[in-house]
């Protein structure tokens, strides 16, 4: 048999929309994540159960360290809820509100707010004594308490004053709104008794439901980029171009007119004066023919 049931603390009360835009009060549990701390068996002690720690201590004590060295942890609250039949849990295990859907019906019992000692009108709500006829101190009294000589006494169970509050009580059937797996809150419709941070202890109730579905909001899908297939080309049967003939325009060609280059001209007076420069460098032959015409002194 898997637990359905888990503990919770009480944060405060808010206000829902629903699908269809009516409002409903609505009080946040926050709820879990809870952890196995220890399973009794009906053959060990006598009854099967399970226990759940709620909530990590941060001064843990030797006893209870010793008691739940087989979790990771050490927790400050525990809690034992009692089963017909043998657990199919085991100690370590995680208990979340995931067990739970929208929907869904509870039963919440917790601890209502301490008042101390009140009187009737605030414990009973008595309407207390009249206003006139001089009684200025009855308006908060609570009145005769029963007939003086039959029955004599003061019946078991009289209305009267006295310790008003921190009763344990179980609200039942109450629907949930919405959950919130991330921050493990729980949205019920209706009350809870007891103050902010008192714990709570939560029941999955027998009345049957029909699971609220949210309308999914559509995400945009990624596009993944698509593998190339290499593409067959086909051989595209040819088609012969007919070509057509050209006709060709006459060209009119327009007269150049020349201009005279006077600086051309310029340019190649210079290239005459190098000219001259180099005629004085040729030898003259003359002096050669001189000296071989000259006759030799010894030849007469």
Same mark, same amino acid.
């Given at each position: 048999?898997?637990?359905?049931?888990?503990?919770?603390?009480?944060?405060?009360?808010?206000?829902?929309?629903?699908?269809?835009?009516?409002?409903?009060?609505?009080?946040?549990?926050?709820?879990?994540?809870?952890?196995?701390? $220890? #399973?009794?068996t009906d053959k %060990?002690?006598?009854?099967?159960?399970?226990?759940?720690?709620? $909530? #990590?201590?941060?001064?843990? %004590?030797?006893p209870a360290s010793g008691h739940m060295k087989k979790n990771k942890d050490v927790y400050h609250t525990l809690k034992e809820f009692r089963l017909n039949e043998k657990s199919d849990n085991k100690v370590g295990d995680k208990i979340d509100i995931s067990m739970f859907s929208k929907g869904q019906y509870l039963n919440v019992t917790s601890k209502s707010k301490g008042r101390g000692f009140s009187g009737t009108v605030r414990r009973w709500n008595f309407k207390g004594g009249p206003k006139t006829h001089g009684q200025s101190d009855r308006h908060r009294a609570p009145g005769s308490i029963g007939a003086g000589s039959t029955p004599g006494k003061v019946v078991k169970g009289k209305k009267m004053s006295g310790r008003y509050g921190g009763e344990q009580f179980t609200i039942k059937n109450l629907e949930i709104l919405d959950l919130d797996l991330e921050n493990n809150l729980i949205y019920l419709s209706g009350s809870v008794p007891g103050s902010s941070n008192s714990l709570v202890l939560i029941t999955a109730s027998n009345k049957p439901f029909t699971p609220i579905e949210e309308p999914k909001a559509e995400e945009p899908k990624a596009e993944e980029p698509k593998a190339e297939e290499p593409k067959v080309e086909e051989p595209k049967a040819e088609e012969p171009k007919v070509e057509e003939p050209k006709v060709e325009e006459p060209k009119v060609e327009e007269p150049k007119v020349e201009e005279p280059k006077a600086e051309e001209s310029k340019a190649e007076e210079p290239k005459a004066e190098e000219s001259k420069a180099e005629e004085p460098k040729a030898e003259e032959p003359k002096a050669e023919e001189s000296k071989a015409e000259e006759p030799k002194k010894g030849d007469k």
């Open positions: 048999m898997t637990l359905n049931k888990i503990i919770a603390k009480k944060i405060g009360s808010t206000t829902i929309f629903n699908n269809n835009g009516e409002s409903k009060h609505a009080t946040i549990l926050e709820s879990g994540p809870c952890y196995v701390t $220890q #399973i009794k %060990n002690d006598g009854y099967n159960a399970v226990q759940l720690g709620f $909530q #990590i201590s941060k001064k843990p %004590n030797k």
